[in-house]
């Protein structure tokens, strides 16, 4: 097993990272943006169907702290998608004002349609990447996120 990297050896590589993430960032975002022409669904839309998908119903501030975005961002994109009957509003035992927002079954079709066609794209990603790969790769991206939370806390980015 390789020992971990010094401060500037490690500086230098994430640096690296940073550099590769940009343009899949910028293609990933264009594919996105492309499928909403053939889903109907808006980008934040398709993220708001797909955490509630996951995680179950939420409440717009959990909703945008998951996924850290502004509150008012996500209370649009919820907007849009109860406009289009994708998910409903209900009342929140633990919260007078603050409703839950569910996915509708209209909602969780549009959104399995979707990363049906994802999980399509991303299977034929070659390289014969292993499992111990990918995790890697998690832990990686999760430690470069988390400095970049500690950094913007700090008032530092």
Known sequence: MSSPLPPGALADR???VYVALGPVYRRVSRIVEHDEAVSGLSVGVRNVLDQLRRDGERTVPQLARSQDLSRQFVQRMVHEARRAGQVELVDNPSHR??????ITPQGHEAITAVTDREQALLGSVGGNLTAQELTATLRVLHHMDEALIRIEAEGRG
């Not at 004002?97 to 569910?102: I, K």
């Open 97 to 102: 004002r603050s409703h839950l927002v569910r």
């Open 14 to 16: 994430l640096a690296e």
